[in-house]
């Protein structure tokens, strides 16, 4: 089973920059597509980013298209997030969640990715 933690948030000024760190304990994630996500307080969980398995395609929200970049290496079991230009409402928690290679929806979905993380708070102030 796939155990994902989350590493590098904290607190950043805006225009400044963080990178996250998603790590598997468990199984190597060579084999899973892994999406990030985040929620803010009272809102829903929304999708950020995501790379598939193989292919190594990316896709990202239109939010944080041209600031944020995803990649994995798959030497090292971990997905990055890398957040440029921050702004404060990319203000949330931000969590990591793996589908396996075989799964067949929809990469932007919550539904579709069944092992998650606990997340890691992101704070940008103004």
């Known amino acids: 089973q796939v155990q994902l933690v989350e590493s590098g948030g904290g607190l950043v000024q805006a225009g400044g920059s963080l990178r996250l760190s998603c790590t598997s304990s468990?199984?190597?994630?060579?084999?899973?597509?892994i999406g990030w996500f985040r929620q803010a307080p009272g809102k829903e969980r929304e999708f950020v980013a995501a790379v598939y398995w193989s292919s190594g395609s990316t896709y990202y929200a239109d939010s944080v298209k041209g600031r944020f970049t995803i990649s994995r290496d798959n030497a090292k079991n971990t997905v990055f997030l890398q957040m440029n230009n921050l702004k404060p409402e990319d203000t949330a928690v931000y969590l990591c969640a793996a589908a396996p290679y075989y799964t067949n929806s929809n990469y932007y979905s919550t539904s579709a990715y069944p092992y998650w993380g606990q997340g890691t708070q992101v704070t940008v102030s103004s």
């Open positions: 468990g199984r190597t994630i060579s084999r899973y597509h």
